[in-house]
């Protein structure tokens, strides 16, 4: 049974938001509507389980750990008609043309990934996948400091907010990263934004 057009998902927002679990919710809905789905996640996370997708909650689905839009393909089923990518903000934008290539074949794809990095900055080929996707969530979690929606991820190194020139890349959970919201989230030695303004 293939869907009649495809379709591109993004599920979206700052860490511990539950995109993960959404994204497992729908790929189960899926293959209980008798789709063929196929899983992958970036290798770079292999927090809870490297053949795994896991959710911070504890729900999990079997996925196959690639690193690149180019092993994607390689490893698709010709059966395959919905397929599911779990942290898709750490692929390069060669993921940009693959799925909208998958989506022209008639394919669903449902992506799960970080809009921001722990910056509050745009990460990886995440604008480009908000503005070619059908479909678009963004999930929040709750900020730990004041209850309120967070629409951030707080990188904490020694329990102190990150500086804006660490590297945008750590795998991590709770020991390094907690959600906040726009007012609780701190960059220390970031410029203000309004230099950046008078800048452009
Ligand atoms: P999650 O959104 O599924 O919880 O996982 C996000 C992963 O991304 C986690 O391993 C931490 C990592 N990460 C970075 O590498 N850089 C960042 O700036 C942030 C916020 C997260
Ligand atoms: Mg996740």
Redesign the pocket.
């Known amino acids: 049974m293939k869907h009649r057009s495809g379709r591109l998902e993004l599920i979206c927002g700052s860490?511990?938001s539950g995109?993960?679990e959404e994204l497992i919710r729908r790929l189960r809905r899926a293959s209980i509507a008798q789709q063929q789905v196929q899983v992958f996640k970036h290798s770079l996370?292999q927090?809870y389980d490297e053949i795994k997708l896991a959710s911070?909650s504890g729900a999990d689905l079997a996925a196959l750990p690639v690193t690149s839009a180019a092993e994607i393909l390689a490893n698709l089923r010709p059966e395959t008609t919905v397929v599911g990518i779990d942290?898709v903000q750490f692929f390069d934008y060669e993921i940009v043309a693959l799925v909208q290539e998958l989506a022209d074949r008639s394919l669903r794809v449902v992506m799960a990934g970080?809009d921001l990095?722990?910056r509050g900055e745009p990460f990886g080929p995440i604008p480009y996948l908000l503005s070619v996707a059908e479909y678009v969530d963004k999930y929040h979690a709750i900020c730990m400091v004041c209850g309120e929606d967070a629409c951030r991820?707080q990188?904490l190194v020694n329990g102190q907010p990150a500086y804006y020139d660490d590297p945008?890349?750590?795998?991590?959970?709770r020991e390094s990263?907690e959600p906040r919201c726009r007012e609780h989230h701190l960059v220390p030695h970031r410029e203000p934004q309004a230099a950046l303004a008078d800048r452009a």
Do not use: N, P, Q, S
């Not at 945008?168 to 959970?173: C, S």
């Open positions: 860490m511990f995109k993960t996370d927090r911070h942290e970080l990095d722990f991820t990188r945008v890349i750590l795998v991590g959970a990263y």
